[in-house]
Antibody, heavy 116, light 113 residues
Framework: QVQLVESGGGVVQPGRSLRLSCTASGFMFNSYAMHWVRQAPGKGLEWVALLSYDGSTKYYADSVKGRFTISRDNSKNTLYLQMNSLRVEDTAVYYC?????????WGQGTLVTVSS | DIVMTQSPDSLAVSLGERATINCKSS????????????LAWYRQKPGQPPKLIIYWASTRESGVPDRFSGSGSGTDFTLSISSLQAEDVAVYYC?????????FGQGTKVEIK
């Protein structure tokens, strides 16, 4: 079945970097755009970034533009989110999701905590 | 950016009664060339990721019970749960995929009265 599994979360100090991964299975990964969406503790959903199926087109939320980079390796069925210059307000569960153009499915998420 | 606003923020409904959630977009999400509303609904149970329940504003995802229905067009949309069950306790989000950035409503928490 279609499955997305995120990894790479953890506790990091403000200003540091972290790279998240999302490994896909059960579908033709190289045929679909992919998204990152985050959810701060006790808050709602915030779209973060979108990457086209071939990696040629990227979009970012204003809140992360210039700090985060979305990328993919279609040979490894993996989506990435490189997060630099992390801020306390980036603390959240980060989900990857397949574009449909709705979001389906979602991974289980990986928690990123930015704290000194 | 398209702003999505849900109402109410929370509601408590008795088991077996109807729950209704509204979602309003700041601009139309109806694409005239195909007459489709680019609007989805998700359910998020505690400790779980969101799950798609409705897309194209009114199409139920496979496996979603028929007590869930979506309606509306343009800028005003509704998610209805015809007969609330205990397993429907969750936060529900609307989301537009008409344009990027994709945006979500703030969420509506549904509880049992």
């Amino acid at each position: 079945q279609v499955q997305l599994v995120e990894s790479g979360g953890g506790v990091v100090q403000p200003g540091r970097s972290l790279r998240l991964s999302c490994t896909a299975s059960g579908f033709m990964f190289n045929s679909y755009a992919m998204h990152w969406v985050r959810q701060a503790p006790g808050k709602g959903l915030e779209w973060v970034a979108l990457l086209s199926y071939d990696g040629s087109t990227k979009y970012y939320a204003d809140s992360v533009k210039g700090r985060f980079t979305i990328s993919r390796d279609n040979s490894k069925n993996t989506l990435y989110l490189q997060m630099n210059s992390l801020r306390v307000e980036d603390t959240a569960v980060y989900y990857c999701a397949k574009d449909g153009p709705w979001f389906d499915p979602w991974g289980q998420g990986t928690l990123v905590t930015v704290s000194s | 950016d398209i702003v999505m606003t849900q109402s109410p923020d929370s509601l408590a409904v008795s088991l077996g009664e109807r729950a209704t959630i509204n979602c309003k977009s700041s601009q139309s999400v109806l694409y005239n060339s195909n007459n489709k509303n680019y609007l989805a609904w998700y359910r998020q149970k505690p400790g779980q990721p969101p799950k798609l329940i409705i897309y194209w504003a009114s199409t139920r995802e496979s496996g979603v019970p028929d007590r869930f229905s979506g309606s509306g067009s343009g800028t005003d949309f509704t998610l209805s749960i015809s007969s609330l069950q205990a397993e429907d306790v969750a936060v529900y989000y609307c989301q537009q995929y008409f344009s990027t950035p994709r945006t979500f409503g703030q969420g509506t928490k549904v509880e049992i009265k």
